[in-house]
């Protein structure tokens, strides 16, 4: 973006594995100057997912203290002189252990933290497939493809980093943004609370133009929810689940791809887990040539 409307600013972040790491690396592409402060044995990210953790450290300082070591600790001090937000992603009791209150507010930085839960469960530990569970977005027993309450965990950090340096630029003193994954989760859960997307319901299966079907070689992924969507589907390959199963069966997936953008109709081929689609839509195209 030409003119990045983080520049200048300026995050010390403290936040290891996920929901810290994808927020940090938003605020960079926002612009913002990021240097992120790891224990000595690393983030547990990095023996995860290196790839990942890479791509989310980009255009980042990486420094490891720590921070219950004096040398370090006055180390950490000094990144904290030229900081505007702080960001962390532990439980209230380790952010307090920290003993940091006294110096943000002292320095005017503000804080953003990520934690688990709020008030009487604060203290209670668990993780992206916790909070799914409680809220009703797991089909058990599989797990979860995606780390929903992380990523929107995430992205909710970001916002709060926006708001906090809105409320320090009006003078705001000791700025303080808590961002929960617990209440992450239960935004996520509302197209299943609500009787949307779960098993059975209006985008869980009820609708026959709105699934996923098995191709020749393939599968199909149907998302013709508007009656003009729907009627391209019913007119040109088919209405009822019978009829489209029967018909999508019958042809190679990329025959259904290329049949969706000739007739307007929202037609895509599912891309196996960890490929990514444009790879898997070159594949098969490649593959039913041959």
Known sequence: MSHPPLAGIVIVSVAINLPGPLAASRLVELGAKVIKVEPPQGDPLKIAAPAWYDELTAGQDVIPLDLKDPSSRSRFEELLEGADVLLTSMRPSALARLNLVETLRHRGIALVEIVGHDGEQAEQPGHDLTYQAVHGTLLPPALPLVPV?????????????????????????????????????????????????????????????????????????????????????????GRTRKELTREFASRPTVHWTELGL?????????????????DHALATTAATQE
């Open 262 to 278: 000739a007739h307007d109709i929202p037609l895509v081929a599912v891309a196996p887990p960890g490929k990514p689609a444009a």
């Open 149 to 237: 309450a992380d990523m929107l965990g995430a992205e909710r950090a970001v916002v709060a980093t926006l708001a906090a340096l809105r409320q320090r630029d009006q003078g705001v003193q000791g700025v303080h943004e808590r961002v929960v994954l617990d209440a992450a989760a239960h935004a996520a859960a509302a197209g299943v609370r609500h009787g949307l997307t779960s098993p059975g319901a209006v985008l869980g299966g009820a609708t026959p133009s709105y699934a996923i079907y098995a191709t020749a070689d393939g599968f199909i992924a149907v998302a013709a929810i508007e009656p003009h969507f729907a009627a391209h589907l019913a007119a040109h390959i």
